[in-house]
C-alpha cells in the first residue's frame, strides 16, 4: 500500500515537471524568440524554480533539454541560425542579501579561499548579442538564441554606433585571429519614449518597455528600421579568443574599452557586504540612469579563479544577477473588467486611475484568476498597490486597508464577449468561454497567434488588420484567411495595392508551412512550438494526429497527460474538425517528413541525441534525420529505439542504458549522415 502511494506521488510529480517544462519551454520561445512574454520575469522565476525543486524531489535524471539546463530558445527561422564559438550561457538569479551571500561561500568554498575580489556591474535591462570579429573586422553577430547557437543580426547590429566595426589595436598584445564579444543591446528611455510617442502618433500599439523595443527593433528585417530606433549597446564579456586580452574581467574591460566598445562604470567588491553596498547603491541610482537596469551581476574578478569554478547547465558557478526588487505605487481601482484570452480563459482585470510606474504609465493590470481576485480583495474603489513584475507586466499586489463592506466582484456566468455559457474545468482555478471560434473576442486573439512569426508566419497580417478584419465581419474563422476577397480590402487605410499584393503572397506562402508549425497555430492548450514538433515528428501527418488516442498521444516524447487531454479534447470538438477541414479544402497542406525512398536503416525509428559531437552541429544532424524519416526526440523512453551519445553525455546516456535502449556514438552517426548524400 505504501508502495502504491509513492508510485501515485511520484507519477504526479512527473506530470506537474512535465506541465513545467511545457509551458517554460513556451515562455521562452514567446520572451526570446517572439519578444512577447505573457508573463513577467518573477512569474517566469517562480516556475522555474518550482521545476528544480520539483526535479530534485523526484530524484530521477534531468533530460539535457529540460529548461533548467538551457539557455533561452531556439533561434527563430526568420533569421539565418549562427552558432556561437562558445556558449553563451545566461546567469543564475539572486532575490535576497541570503542567496548572495550563499553565491559567494559557494565561491570561497569551490577555489579554497575567503581572499576573494568581486567586480559589480548593473544589469542592464536589454537582450544579449555575440558578436564575431575576424582579424579585427566584425563579421557575425548573432543573438543569444539557444545559448548554443542564435539569429544573424549582422546587418541590424551594424546600425549601432557603440559597436565598432573594427577594433582598435594596441600594443598590449596581438589581437586574436578570432575574438567573440559578448554584450548587451538596449535602448534608451528617452530613445523608448520618443519611439512610443511617434508610434502612438501613427496609430500603432506602443512597446510596453524599452527591452521589448530593443528586441523588436533589432530583430527587423529592414536594417534602416533599426537605424532609426537609436540603439545602445554595453560590452562585458568574451568567448572564443578572449582570455588571451586580459587576465582579470577588470582588465577585460578597460580593454574593451580601448577597442572602441561602450562599457559601464563598475565597482571592486570584496565581500558580501561590499557587495550588498554596491546593489544599494545602484538602487538609489536607478531612476536617475539614462537607461533601465533591473539589478546588479557580481563576478569573481580574476579569470584564474572562475575558470576553476567553471560552469552548471546554463550559467556560471563564478557569476550571479542581484535582481531588483519591482517598483511599486498606489493608485485607485475604477472597475473590474472580464477579458476573454485566446484560448477562452476568463480574466479578472483592474481598470486604475492612471499612474507612472518604473517610466511607464499604466491604467490596467491583469489579477490572473477569481481565486487571486479574492485573495486580494480587490473591487472597485480599492486602493492598491501596483508594481511592474520584473518591470515587464502591471500587477496588483495588495488591497490598502480595504472596505470589509464593500461588493466583491464576481464571475460571470456567460462569456462578456459573446454570451456563451462559462464554464471550469475540474480542478482548475481558470474559467472559460465555451464559444470557441464564435467568440470575436478569441477569434481576434486565434487569429493574432494563427499568423503570428512561430505559426503560420503570414507577414503583414498585424494586430491592427487582424482587428479590422473580425470588426468588419471579413473574417469568423482563421479558415477565411484562405478563403476572403482580397477585394474587400480596396480603399482601406494603409491597404494600398501593393500591400494587397503582398499579403496574398504572404498568404499563399503560408499553405505550405510544416506541420508543426500548423499544430502550434491551431491554438491546442499546452500545444507550443516544441510540443507541435514532437507530435509532427511521432505521427508524420496531420489525420494521424487527429486520431491518435491516449495511448498514442501518451508515447509522445515529453506529452502526458495533461497534454494528451488537451489535445484529445480540442479534437473531438466538431465544431474545430470543421475549421481544419476548411482549412485543407482551401489549400493549405502542411508539409511533413516522409521516411526517405532510398529506406536509410533509420527512417521509421525514434532517436536521440544527446552530448557535444566533435565534426557535426547537433541540431543541424537532428534535422536531417528528420529529412530521412527519422524520428527525433527530446528525452529518452522506453519508446526510443536509439540513443546517440557524443561526449559529455549525461542523464540521458544514464537512462538508455538503465531502459537497454540501443547506443550509438558519433562514428555511425556520421556514417548515417554520409549515407545520405550516397
Same mark, same amino acid.
Given at each position: ?33 517572439l519578444d512577447a512574454p505573457l508573463i513577467s520575469d518573477s512569474e517566469y522565476d517562480q516556475l522555474l524554480r518550482e521545476l528544480e525543486r520539483l526535479e530534485a524531489e523526484l530524484g530521477e535524471p534531468v533530460p539535457e533539454d529540460s529548461p533548467t539546463r538551457i539557455v533561452g530558445a531556439p533561434p527563430s527561422e526568420t533569421f539565418k541560425s549562427r552558432q556561437h564559438g562558445e556558449p553563451l550561457l545566461s546567469l543564475a538569479n539572486a532575490f535576497s542579501a541570503d542567496e548572495v551571500s550563499a553565491f559567494v561561500r559557494r565561491a570561497e568554498e569551490g577555489v579554497g579561499t575567503s581572499d576573494l575580489s568581486f567586480i559589480a ?13 575576424? /582579424? ?19 546587418? #541590424? ?33 528617452? =530613445? ?75 565597482? &571592486? ?36 579563479? &572562475? ?31 472580464? /477579458? ?28 490572473? #484568476? ?165 507530435? =509532427? ?38 465544431? #474545430? ?16 517528413? &516522409? ?28 534535422? /536531417? ?54
Open positions: 500500500m505504501e508502495s502504491g502511494k509513492i508510485t501515485a506521488e511520484s507519477e504526479s510529480l512527473r506530470q506537474r515537471i512535465t506541465y513545467l517544462r511545457n509551458e517554460i519551454r513556451e515562455h521562452n520561445y514567446r520572451y526570446y524568440t556591474e548593473p544589469k542592464v535591462d536589454g537582450l544579449a548579442v555575440n558578436l564575431r570579429y575576424e /582579424q579585427g573586422l566584425l563579421t557575425i553577430a548573432s543573438t543569444r538564441g539557444d545559448g548554443v547557437s542564435g539569429e544573424d543580426v549582422t546587418a #541590424n547590429v551594424r546600425t549601432i554606433s557603440d559597436i565598432p566595426w573594427r577594433l582598435k589595436r594596441d600594443e598590449l598584445s596581438e589581437l586574436p585571429e578570432i575574438l567573440e564579444v559578448r554584450g548587451e543591446v538596449y535602448m534608451s528611455k528617452a =530613445a523608448f519614449a520618443d519611439l512610443n510617442e511617434q508610434r502612438d502618433a501613427e496609430g500603432e500599439t506602443p512597446f510596453a518597455n524599452p527591452r521589448n523595443a530593443a528586441a523588436g527593433s533589432l530583430r527587423q528585417l529592414d536594417a534602416r528600421i533599426t537605424a532609426q530606433r537609436k540603439l545602445g549597446f554595453f560590452a562585458y564579456g568574451v568567448g572564443v579568443g578572449g582570455r588571451k586580452l586580459a587576465d582579470s574581467q577588470s582588465g577585460l574591460l578597460a580593454r574593451l574599452q580601448h577597442f572602441g566598445f561602450a562599457t559601464q562604470k563598475t565597482e &571592486q567588491a570584496d565581500g558580501v557586504e561590499a557587495l550588498l553596498q554596491c546593489y544599494r547603491k545602484l538602487l538609489e541610482m536607478r531612476s536617475g540612469l539614462a537607461y533601465e537596469i533591473d539589478g546588479v551581476v557580481y563576478k569573481v574578478d580574476s579569470f584564474a579563479l &572562475q575558470e576553476r569554478l567553471g560552469a552548471v547547465a546554463r550559467s556560471p558557478r563564478w557569476a550571479i544577477a542581484h535582481k531588483f526588487p519591482a517598483e511599486e505605487v498606489t493608485t485607485t481601482v475604477r472597475e473590474i473588467i472580464w /477579458q476573454v484570452g485566446r484560448t477562452g480563459v476568463i480574466t479578472p482585470v483592474a481598470e486604475m486611475e492612471p499612474v507612472a510606474v518604473g517610466g511607464v504609465i499604466v491604467s490596467r493590470a491583469t489579477l490572473h #484568476n477569481i481565486d487571486e481576485l479574492k485573495r486580494k480583495g480587490v473591487y472597485a474603489g480599492a486602493s492598491v498597490i501596483v508594481r511592474r513584475a520584473g518591470d515587464v507586466i502591471p500587477e496588483v499586489v495588495r488591497t490598502i486597508d480595504g472596505d470589509t463592506g464593500a461588493e466583491m466582484p464576481q464571475p460571470p456566468e456567460a462569456c462578456p464577449v459573446c454570451g456563451a455559457t462559462v464554464y471550469q474545468i475540474g480542478g482548475e482555478v481558470a474559467i472559460r468561454c465555451s464559444g470557441g471560434l464564435s467568440c470575436s473576442a478569441q477569434l481576434k486573439e486565434r487569429l493574432r497567434h494563427f499568423v503570428s512569426r512561430g505559426a503560420m508566419d503570414i507577414e503583414g497580417m498585424g494586430d491592427k488588420l487582424v482587428a479590422r478584419l473580425v470588426d468588419e465581419g471579413v473574417m469568423t474563422s482563421v479558415a477565411d484567411i484562405y478563403e476572403f476577397d482580397y477585394g474587400q480590402l480596396t480603399g482601406w487605410q494603409g491597404m494600398g495595392e501593393k500591400k494587397i499584393c503582398n499579403l496574398r503572397s504572404a498568404i499563399d506562402a503560408s499553405r505550405k508551412r510544416p506541420l508543426a508549425r500548423m499544430l502550434h497555430a491551431l491554438g491546442i492548450r499546452h500545444v507550443g512550438s516544441a510540443t507541435g514538433a514532437a507530435l =509532427a515528428s511521432h505521427f508524420g501527418d496531420l489525420d494521424s494526429v487527429m486520431a491518435a488516442d491516449e495511448e498514442s498521444l501518451l508515447a509522445v516524447p515529453d506529452v502526458g497527460p495533461e497534454v494528451a487531454a488537451s489535445i484529445l479534447s480540442f479534437f473531438a470538438e466538431e465544431h #474545430n474538425r470543421d475549421v481544419i477541414h476548411r482549412l485543407l479544402a482551401a489549400g493549405v497542406e502542411p508539409k511533413v517528413s &516522409q521516411p526517405a525512398a532510398t529506406g536509410h536503416p533509420l527512417a521509421g525509428k525514434t532517436v536521440v541525441l544527446t552530448g557535444s559531437f566533435e565534426s557535426v552541429n547537433r541540431r543541424a544532424a537532428q534535422e /536531417q534525420l528528420r529529412s530521412l524519416g527519422v524520428r527525433p526526440a527530446g528525452s529518452v523512453s522506453k519508446n526510443t529505439d536509439l540513443v546517440i551519445a557524443g561526449d559529455k553525455a549525461g542523464s540521458k546516456l544514464a537512462k538508455a542504458r538503465e531502459l537497454g535502449v540501443e547506443i550509438a556514438g558519433e562514428a555511425e552517426l556520421i556514417e548515417w549522415l554520409k549515407w545520405q548524400q550516397g
